[in-house]
């Protein structure tokens, strides 16, 4: 593990490691260059990830570790007991499913085609 945070902090946290991203440029592609490794490992690549673990046993590992001992089972129990559950109607469900399913086939005029083909080879039969 070289990083664990939310995706707003990852582009300084390596920054600061001293690997700034390209402008202009997908960030989740740059941090895949730049973690990848190619088989067999040479020294350079063993060392640049070895770098990172290390950065992050330092850096990340501490913080992570003291959120961790702040959230209690306790509190998450209270949390999920608290939880209420929402009921709805069989009416409200079917309609929602209906709904997502003309969406669906709206976005996918292929998948409406091979329903009519289908429907009418059934038929047929």
Not at 49 to 56: L, R
Not at 70 to 80: G, K, M, N, V, Y
Not at 99 to 112: F, K
């Amino acid at each position: 593990m070289v990083f664990q945070g939310t995706a707003m902090r990852c582009q300084k946290y390596f920054e600061r490691l001293g690997c700034p991203l390209a402008p202009f440029k997908n960030p989740a592609d740059s941090f895949m260059k730049l973690l990848s490794i190619s088989y067999p490992k040479t020294e350079e690549e063993t060392e640049k990830i070895e770098s990172f673990v290390i950065a992050y046993m330092t850096m990340n590992q501490p913080r992570v570790l003291q959120e961790r001992r702040e959230i209690s089972f306790d509190d998450l129990t209270e949390a999920i007991e608290r939880h209420q559950t929402v009921k709805v109607s069989l009416c409200k469900q079917f309609w929602s499913l209906l709904g997502r399913n003309y969406i669906g086939l709206v976005r996918n005029p292929a998948s409406l085609i091979g329903r009519i083909v289908i429907s009418v080879f059934v038929a047929g039969s």
